[in-house]
C-alpha cells in the first residue's frame, strides 16, 4: 500500500523559504504521478504543483510560479517542494498526493483524479 508523509512546514516571515518533502514508501516513483495542494482555513483545497512520473513534466498554479518549484529524488523515492518569497497568503496546509498511471506525462492540478495523500503539514507565513 502507497504511503505518503509530508514534512518540512512550519512557522515563516514573509519572504522567507521552506522546502517540503513527500517521502512515498510501499512502490517507487515511476508509476507515480505526485502533485502539492494546500488548503488554508474556510477554502476549498487547491492544486499548487505537480510532477510527471516520468519527472519531465511540471505544472504549477499561477499563484506561486516563478516561486515555487517542485523536483523529485528517485532514489530516495521523495518529492520535494521548495517554496521562496513566502507571502502571508500561502499560509495553509500542504498536501502531497499520488496518482498512479501508465500516462507518464499525466501532472494534474486537479484533486479529484488523486487516490492517495498523505496527513499534511502547517505552512504558516508571518507579515
Known amino acids: 500500500q502507497l504511503e505518503l508523509v509530508e514534512s518540512g512546514g512550519g512557522l515563516v516571515q514573509f519572504g522567507g523559504s521552506l522546502r517540503l518533502s513527500c517521502v512515498v514508501s510501499g512502490y517507487t516513483l515511476d508509476y507515480y504521478s505526485i502533485g502539492w495542494f494546500r488548503q488554508a482555513p474556510g477554502k476549498e483545497r487547491e492544486g499548487v504543483s505537480c510532477i510527471s512520473s516520468s519527472g519531465n513534466r511540471t505544472n504549477y498554479a499561477d499563484s506561486v510560479k516563478g516561486r515555487f518549484t517542485i523536483s523529485r529524488d528517485i532514489a530516495k523515492n521523495t518529492v520535494y517542494l521548495q517554496m521562496n518569497n513566502l507571502k502571508p497568503e500561502d499560509t495553509a496546509v500542504y498536501y502531497c498526493?499520488?496518482?498512479?498511471?501508465?500516462?507518464?506525462?499525466?501532472?494534474?492540478?486537479?484533486?479529484?483524479?488523486?487516490?492517495?495523500w498523505g496527513q499534511g503539514t502547517l505552512v504558516t507565513v508571518s507579515s
Open positions: 498526493a499520488s496518482i498512479v498511471t501508465t500516462v507518464q506525462t499525466m501532472c494534474l492540478l486537479r484533486v479529484g483524479p488523486y487516490d492517495g
